[in-house]
């Protein structure tokens, strides 16, 4: 099977992309800048953003995976959504047989923030011409260059006390990024995959200020919590620029989400895709020992 990974570069998809390739895949990674793509698989140019571009590079291959989204953006909501709408009516056009993506954790009950919210909307809209979409929702995942992960890694590394607003006792349900990739892989050809959206979460489920002093125990460090209740998610995304690389605007729209309980309702993936998840400590661990490979490497 010809396959097409949108947003190769990012976090998941230079992860995909080998794991693809291992699995007896002909892979393509779409890009912007395919020159100068170094993702270990052949690249084709595509941009979600400029819809004109997405009828060649989606041409010829059966199935393809969507991990594109532009939290980094003010306008993210509508960038995301036309994004998604075009891919879906080239994914239509081109004869694509399935479109994998990864969503986001969260109870559809909830009053879900904003970037939840649109995560909920690419999903619908993916799915708007026709081709059968598999949905993989996941919260919080742990691996070296993951923005969330590196927030929790980042405050713990910078403030031996941290002054906490009211988000850091929701509860999430963290997942190493291997076991989402074992998870994207498995479903791709299931054929009772197809049309259906899967919670994907580790074995525990967890308090943010929990998981931050895991990751403190286990690198040896000092982490004191003191609750602030009045901390507004303003102030806490301007807080979290300061101390973190993570830019105001991704760090706002991730606060918003961090108020919403993201965990798995239903696990029915298990079945389709049997194998057990790595606990939070070895996933930190791994995450942990990548970063410090890269430091090293430089």
């Known amino acids: 099977m010809k396959v097409l990974v949108a947003g190769a570069s990012g976090f998941v998809g230079r992860r995909l992309c ?31 953003h400029d819809p004109q571009t997405l009828k060649d590079a989606l041409t010829g291959f059966q199935a393809a995976y969507y991990l ?7 306008d993210f909501e509508r960038k995301d959504a036309d994004a998604a709408s075009a891919f879906a009516e080239a994914a ?6 399935r479109i994998v ?20 909307g690419v999903e ?33 590394a910078h403030l031996p006390a941290m002054i906490t607003p009211r988000w850091v006792r929701t509860r999430t349900q963290p997942i190493a990024i291997d076991d989402v990739v074992r998870y994207l892989v498995g479903v791709l050809e299931l054929p009772e995959a197809a049309d259906h959206a899967y919670d994907i979460g580790g074995p525990e489920v967890l308090e943010y200020v929990t998981m931050m002093r895991r990751v403190a125990k286990i690198q040896g460090r000092k982490f004191l919590v003191m609750p602030v209740p009045l901390l507004t998610p303003q102030l806490s995304s301007l807080w979290l ?52 490979r890269e430091v090293r490497g430089k």
């Open 18 to 48: 080998p794991a693809l390739i291992a699995a007896g895949y002909d892979v393509q990674a779409m890009t912007r800048r395919p020159a100068s793509y170094e993702g270990g698989s052949a690249a084709v140019y595509g941009d979600v």
């Open 68 to 74: 594109v989204h532009s939290l980094d953006s003010a």
């Open 92 to 97: 239509a056009a081109a004869g694509l047989q």
């Open 101 to 120: 993506y990864l969503g986001g954790l969260g109870d559809d009950d909830d009053d879900l923030s904003a970037h939840l919210r649109s995560r909920r």
């Open 124 to 156: 619908q809209l993916l799915g708007s011409t026709g081709v059968p979409v598999t949905t993989l929702r996941a919260g919080i995942i742990v691996g070296h260059g993951g923005i969330s992960w590196e927030l929790t890694r980042q405050l713990v």
């Open 241 to 292: 620029s300061l101390v973190t690389d993570v830019d105001t605007q991704t760090a706002r729209a991730l606060v918003d989400s961090m108020t919403n309980e993201v965990v798995v309702k239903n696990g029915s993936i298990r079945a389709l895709v049997p194998f057990d998840p790595m606990g939070y400590d070895e996933a930190v661990r791994q995450a942990l020992a990548e970063r410090e």
